[in-house]
């Protein structure tokens, strides 16, 4: 795993974010294909590279919006998986994440089409600013897991509340993680999952 950290010049200080990679790094990722990569894609080193690439650009395109909006960060780069993983942290940012995210995920609709403009490749790269989505996921493994532990407990399926995307992936691979399946019922954006007995 690499990790390259950029410090923006407004910033007074370098900081670096390295988080443990989660089971599945996961955002907007859905249950169907239509937002997959090859395997191969990050295995290969045709594909890492690729995917540095794509880092550097989305680093590039962020570090203007610091500029531009006179705010103070550093950007930190890694891959994971098959994912270009960017963060933004230090300064005061959270206004960056929006309620619920919705800005930080609208920034990283932002980045991926700046990828995708100069490479001509669609890009899955995930986006985190001031860890609100290391937070996230690690709240949603928690979901996940007790929600596995209440279907062995009860023998009964569990239906969860609706989330998004990203949020279901992450508690498919908590449930997954604790020995038991689920799926995703319903449509969005009330689409939610269910935790199956074995």
């Keep these: 795993m690499t990790e390259t950290v950029r410090e923006n010049p407004d910033s007074s200080s370098p900081e670096a974010v390295s988080e443990s990679p989660p089971e599945a790094v996961a955002d907007d990722v859905t249950e169907t294909t239509d937002d997959s990569v090859p395997t191969a894609r990050a295995g290969s080193s045709s594909g890492r590279a690729d995917l540095e690439r794509e880092g550097d650009v989305a680093a590039d395109y962020l570090e203007e919006?610091?500029?531009?909006?006179?705010?103070?960060?550093?950007?930190?780069?890694?891959?994971?998986?098959?994912?270009?993983?960017?963060?933004?942290?230090?300064?005061?940012?959270?206004?960056?994440?929006?309620?619920?995210?919705?800005?930080?995920?609208?920034?990283?609709?932002?980045?991926?089409?700046?990828?995708?403009?100069?490479?001509?490749?669609?890009?899955?790269?995930?986006?985190?600013?001031?860890?609100?989505?290391?937070?996230?996921?690690?709240?949603?493994?928690?979901?996940?897991?007790?929600?596995?532990?209440?279907?062995?407990?009860?023998?009964?399926?569990?239906?969860?509340?609706?989330m998004t995307p990203f949020e279901r992936k992450i508690v498919h691979d908590a449930v997954a993680a604790a020995g038991l399946t689920s799926e995703s019922e319903g449509e969005e954006p009330n689409r939610r999952v269910v935790v199956l007995p074995a």
């Design 65 to 162: 919006l610091l500029d531009i909006t006179d705010l103070d960060g550093d950007i930190d780069m890694d891959v994971e998986g098959e994912r270009a993983m960017v963060s933004l942290v230090g300064g005061n940012l959270d206004h960056l994440v929006g309620d619920s995210g919705k800005v930080l995920d609208a920034l990283q609709e932002l980045t991926r089409l700046a990828v995708l403009r100069e490479t001509g490749q669609r890009s899955r790269l995930m986006l985190d600013i001031a860890g609100w989505r290391a937070a996230k996921r690690a709240a949603l493994t928690e979901t996940g897991t007790q929600a596995a532990e209440s279907v062995k407990a009860s023998g009964e399926k569990v239906r969860l509340d609706a």
